[in-house]
C-alpha cells in the first residue's frame, strides 16, 4: 500500500478543508436566499390583503346609499317553514358577481332562516341579522352560484327582495338541500299572493 507523503497529506487536509468550508458557505447563501424569498412572499401576501380589503371598502362606500336593513316585527306570526344553513352573499339582482357588502350584507355565514306571513327572517351568528318584508320580497329560485361561490346546479336558493329601491339576490344553502325547492314553492306563492292584492287595490 502506498503512503502519502508529508507535502501530499498536508495539499489532500488543504483540499478537503476548502470543500468544507465552500460547503458551509453554500449553505449559508442557500439560507439567505430563502430568508429573502420568504421575506418577499410576505410582503406579497399582505399587499394583495391590503388591496382585497380597500376594494371591500370601496364598494362599501358605493353602496352607501343602500339604506340600513329593517329588523324583525315583535311578533311576526307563526313560522310557515325553517331552515338552517349558509348565507352565501348578496349581489345585484341579475349580477352574480356584483357583491353587495353595506351593512354587512357581503359577509357570509351561518345563518337561520324563518318564513312567516310577515316576511323572511335571516339570523346570522357573527353577522349582522336582517328581515325581508313580505311586500319586499319578489322570487325565488334554484340556482348554482353567487357572489363568487359556485356549488352544484340547483344547490343555492337564491331569494330576491327589494330594499331601498334595489333588486337583491341573497343567496343561501339549507344543511338539507332537499328543502330548497319547497321553499321556492312557498316563497313564490307568497309572492304571487302579495302582487294579486297589490293589483286589486
Known sequence: MTSLTPTAARTATDLVSRLAAEQESAEVTDWAARIGWLV???????????????????????????????TAPAEPGAARLSMTGRYHGSTTAGHWLDRIVAHGLGTR????????????????????????????????????????????????????????????????????????????????????QSNDTEGAR
Request: glycine share 12%; hydrophobic share 45%.
Open 109 to 192: 355565514s351561518r345563518a337561520e332562516l324563518t318564513l312567516t306571513d310577515a316576511g323572511l327572517d335571516v339570523v346570522r351568528p357573527g353577522a349582522a341579522d336582517f328581515f325581508v318584508p313580505r311586500a319586499q320580497l319578489r322570487e325565488a329560485r334554484l340556482d348554482k352560484g353567487i357572489a363568487g361561490k359556485v356549488l352544484t346546479e340547483g344547490g343555492l336558493l337564491v331569494v330576491t327582495w327589494e330594499h331601498g329601491g334595489k333588486l337583491l339576490d341573497s343567496g343561501f344553502r339549507s344543511d338539507r338541500a332537499a328543502e330548497h325547492r319547497e321553499w321556492v314553492a312557498t316563497l313564490n306563492r307568497m309572492t304571487d
Open 40 to 70: 418577499g412572499l410576505t410582503l406579497f401576501v399582505a399587499l394583495v390583503y391590503w388591496l382585497m380589503r380597500e376594494g371591500w371598502k370601496w364598494r362599501g362606500t358605493l353602496q352607501g346609499d343602500l339604506p340600513g336593513l329593517p
